[in-house]
């Protein structure tokens, strides 16, 4: 009952500490109209704390941060069990432990169909292009994949500029064409 009345407490003091603090920083500017003949201009005086004022925005400011960490702490956020306090040198200890046994562990995962997402993330056009270079074995030249497509020439040219840059697809010379074949790391091989 006592750590509800002074998480109750804490919480009230930090609700009217903040009032404060917003209340101090949020004083209007004054404004002067000055009027010369039919027309006239406003100008803004920048605003100067006083010292008395800079003095209870750093008193509030505290007691904001200070019934925060309370509040927080009676709630058991920042909780630590006695057991888990361990010197620097034996967590070290069981990082590196733990290190070793991940690397002696360590197998090579296995490959995942990167085709088949890299599939469903693509839409339209898109899409029917890398399927159509897919089912080419990952490799086609551009004029036939423009033929397959029944695309012009300029709307096959920039989805591929578009999946060039996306790294899906690799573009290279091939006499008169370009030969478009799939990434490496998406047809599963390595460099």
């Known amino acids: 009952m006592k750590s509800r009345i002074r998480t109750t407490l804490t919480a009230g ?3 009217i500490s903040s009032i404060v603090v917003i209340n101090v920083l949020l004083v209007n500017n004054p404004v002067v109209i000055q009027i010369e ?3 006239f201009k406003i100008i803004d005086i920048p605003y100067k704390y006083t010292v008395n004022e800079a003095y209870m925005l750093l008193f509030s400011a ?3 941060g200070f019934s925060l960490a309370l509040v927080l702490l009676d709630i058991g956020v920042f909780q630590t069990d ?3 306090k361990k010197t620097m040198k034996e967590r070290s200890m069981e990082d590196t432990a733990l290190k070793d046994r991940t690397l002696e562990n360590f197998q090579e995962p296995e490959k995942r169909d990167i085709s088949g997402i890299i ?3 693509l839409t339209g056009d898109e899409k029917k292009t890398v399927e159509i270079i897919l089912n080419n074995e990952g490799r086609i030249l551009q004029n036939e994949l423009v033929n397959s497509l029944d ?3 300029a709307k096959v040219s920039r989805i591929l500029i578009n999946l060039e840059k996306r790294g899906i697809i ?3 010379k091939y006499g008169l064409t370009n030969c478009i074949s799939l990434a490496d790391d998406i047809r599963g091989e390595t460099k």
């Open 37 to 39: 003949g039919d027309a």
């Open 62 to 64: 505290f007691l904001c």
């Open 82 to 84: 006695p057991q888990e």
């Open 151 to 153: 695309f012009s020439k």
């Open 170 to 172: 690799r573009k290279s």
């Open 13 to 15: 003091i930090f609700i």
């Open 119 to 121: 599939l469903k993330a």
